[in-house]
T-cell receptor
Framework: AQRVTQPEKLLSVFKGAPVELKCNYSYSGSPELFWYVQYSRQRLQLLLR??SRESIKGFTADLNKGETSFHLKKPFAQEEDSAMYYC?????????????FGKGITLSVRP | DTGVSQDPRHKITKRGQNVTFRCDPISEHNRLYWYRQTLGQGPEFLTY????????KSRLLSDRFSAERPKGSFSTLEIQRTEQGDSAMYLCASSPSGNNEQFFGPGTRLTVL
């Protein structure tokens, strides 16, 4: 079974503060991890995925297989980062490529 | 707009009625997914198509739910004899073969009275 845990529902920070959104996963194989973001009144969209190892909008996430974590980080939060963030896992087995999502966390960046 | 589209965006129905939702994926994507999202939860997987073949169905998909993708392009999700517990946002996503990045539609919000 595959599971994604996002332990916090809300993170509120001031502009310029560092941000860390936590994500832990459970999966017996080699997962593919993603962070999706949903801005107000917009559709869910991919922020980043661990295999690309990119920094998108200043966000980074490193897959830690020992701790089974994929925390999302940004050194200096901006007001436009306020959104709902979901961690997701793709436990790829053959043709199966479904995503298992965490419950999400609301990031609120105050001016 | 060349993204994933869903129709209708909102549906209000009475308990016991049947409803059907449509999803049009990005044209070159051969994989199509349906998810359901309730308040305070992340999206939950319902079913997955590769071209016209339905390859996986979640246990969440009771026998009142049926999904089709007859020509490997658009897909429909039908819920028969709706119940109040079916009230949720129904999301469709698509991806190209060989790439697990899924592109989501805006969703259909179903309210069952």
């Amino acid at each position: 079974a595959q599971r994604v845990t996002q332990p916090e529902k809300l993170l509120s920070v001031f502009k310029g503060a560092p941000v860390e959104l936590k994500c832990n996963y459970s999966y017996s194989g080699s997962p593919e991890l993603f962070w999706y973001v949903q801005y107000s009144r917009q559709r869910l969209q991919l922020l980043l995925r661990h295999i690309s190892r990119e920094s998108i909008k200043g966000f980074t996430a490193d897959l830690n297989k020992g701790e089974t974590s994929f925390h999302l980080k940004k050194p200096f939060a901006q007001e436009e980062d306020s959104a709902m963030y979901y961690c997701a896992l793709n436990g790829v087995t053959g043709a199966n490529s479904k995503l298992t999502f965490g419950k999400g966390i609301t990031l609120s960046v105050r001016p | 707009d060349t993204g994933v589209s869903q129709d209708p965006r909102h549906k209000i129905t009475k308990r016991g009625q049947n409803v059907t939702f449509r999803c049009d994926p990005i044209s070159e994507h051969n994989r199509l997914y349906w998810y359901r999202q309730t308040l305070g939860q992340g999206p939950e997987f319902l079913t997955y198509f590769q071209n016209e073949a339905q390859l996986e169905k979640s246990r969440l998909l009771s026998d009142r739910f049926s999904a089709e993708r007859p020509k490997g392009s658009f897909s429909t999700l039908e819920i028969q004899r709706t119940e109040q517990g079916d009230s949720a946002m129904y999301l469709c996503a698509s991806s190209p073969s060989g790439n697990n990045e899924q592109f989501f539609g805006p969703g259909t919000r179903l309210t069952v009275l």
